[in-house]
């Protein structure tokens, strides 16, 4: 399999952290998924696909067992 951003065949499965956003929260989901080592582009397939929006469909409705794993603060400029 080659890259289709960069062309590189350096394509291996890796776990990475999947990012949703929820107002101003961001849930992470860890998966494991292939990457282009070269380039970063990811490649999801349809069942990790359908995990992630079963996911994201939990969050929203609130009923996603979630782990509080620190907090961000926002230097406000006057």
Do not use: N
């Amino acid at each position: 399999m080659k890259c289709i951003i960069c062309h590189g065949e350096d394509i291996e499965k890796q776990k990475v952290m999947e990012e949703i956003k929820f107002g101003e929260d961001v849930v992470y989901v860890p998966i494991e998924v292939l990457v282009c080592r070269t380039c970063g582009e990811r490649y999801y397939d349809r069942r990790t696909m359908r995990f992630l929006e079963r996911v994201e469909e939990e969050v929203v409705e609130r009923h996603a067992k979630l782990k509080e794993v620190g907090r961000v603060w926002v230097y406000q400029v006057s």
